[in-house]
Structure formats: structure tokens, C-alpha cells
């Protein structure tokens, strides 16, 4: 659900083993060993961030950092620790952002990426805190910040707490840019509501993975405003791209040897504004 209650996962008719991309019948295995994308469409189907680390990260390199955040109930809302206790068993996350620094292509980083599984990806103190704690470090190391985003947005039990996130992250998105350390997002399936309204806008570069849904009201909402049919492919990573919220669109096979090219290109200009020599 987004900040509109809106259901915003695409239709996946995984149970009859069918390809949503191309209605073909795909096995597990094959989606598994093809960064769990459709071997015939190239289809992106989700993916958590532990399972990412490893097509990312140089073998071994990744070390977490801030891994003991964990929400509390800051407005006690009824339900809410019920809640988080699922969605932590669910995720095997503490929270839905995973911080940690890492190399890619022998290149130090800081990477940070999001769980839709964890509560739907949504923001909350934590994940504001983490995120933030990311491109701050960023700024005073100097490295590469990297944020793989999927949510939809804000988190709602946690009141006006998940909506200064927004403010926080962006304060500290602009620490970064300060520092000159290079800041790359990129945006996957889906990617709404706060999130894309803060930090998520930010980067120097903004990099969507194929077919990912970008926005911040879902497209139900803004048909049921507008009273008006919406093109094909709305919010789609291609259809953001063509006006301009998305620099490129990456398959997974390709990102990390693109972030790595990405990283070389801004070592000059980085190592100019930090007054490192190269
Ligand atoms: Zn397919």
C-alpha cells in the first residue's frame, strides 16, 4: 500500500509460473540465475536487498553499518510492534533499508538499499536515520553514495515522525553534495510517495531499473483526480526517462559495471571539490 492506499504492486501471475513481461511459463531457477529477470523478456521481477549485495559488491566486501536501528512506536499506534515484529520475520530485515559500505570493481563505497518486503519500503524514523547516516558518511569520507530505492513512501504509523524524514534525508543529500562526494539513486519497482518526494530526486545521477514503477500518488489516484484515462506505460521508468526524472535506465546484469564506469567519470571532478589528488 502507498500513502493512498493504494495497492501498488503490478498483477504477477507467479502462481501459474507465467512471465508477466511476456505471459511466457518461466521456471524459478532460470528467473534465479538471470538476477531474477525473464530469460526471454528480460522482465525485472523484485528483488531484496541481500540478494543484490551479491551481484553488487565486490565478494566478501560488504560491512554493515547502523544494523541495530530499529523502530519504536513513536505515536503508539495501536498494532504497530504486531506489525514490525511480522515484517521483520518476513524480511529477515530489522527495518527496511539494509546501510553498509563495500567495494564495486575494487572502487570503496557506500551502498544503502531498500526492502519492499519489509512494510512495503516505507519511511520511517529508521529508515531516515539510516539513509541519512549513509550520505553523511558519504560527505565525510568522501565516497560514493549508492541507494537502491524501493517504497511507497511514507511510513503511516509513525505520524508526522516518517514525513520529517523527507526533510532530513534531503538536508543530508545536500551534505554530500557540499563535499562533492558523488551521489547515484537508483530507482526500482516501485518507487513512490515520500521517498521519491525526497532523496530519491537528489542524486547526481538517477538511474532506473527496466519497467519500474516511478511516481508519487499511484496511477489509480491520479485517473480517479483527473477524471481522465492515462497514456500506456504512466509512470514507468521509460515513460520518466523521455520527460526527463530518470538519466538512464539499467538492467540489473548491466548496473554494476555502469555504477563503476559512473564512479571513474566523477573521480575528477570529485577529487577537484574534496582537494584529493588522483
Ligand atoms: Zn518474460
Redesign the pocket.
Known sequence: MNLTGELIMPIENLEAGL????Q?A?DDKSIDENLKT?P????HYRMEPLERIKYLADPDSFREFSANLSSLNPIDLSGYEEKLSEAKLKSQMRDAVITGTCLIEGKPVILALMSFKFMGGSMGSVVGEKVSRSLLKGAKEKLPVIIYTNSGGARMQEGIFSLMQMAKTSSAAAELDKAGAPFFIVLCDPTTGGVTASFAMLADITIAEPGALIGFAGPRVIEGTIRQGLPEGFQRSEFQMERGFVDIIVKRQDQRKTISHLIDLHKTQFAFASGRKI
Open positions: 512471465c508477466p513481461g511476456c511466457t518461466q525473464c526471454s523478456c528480460g522482465y
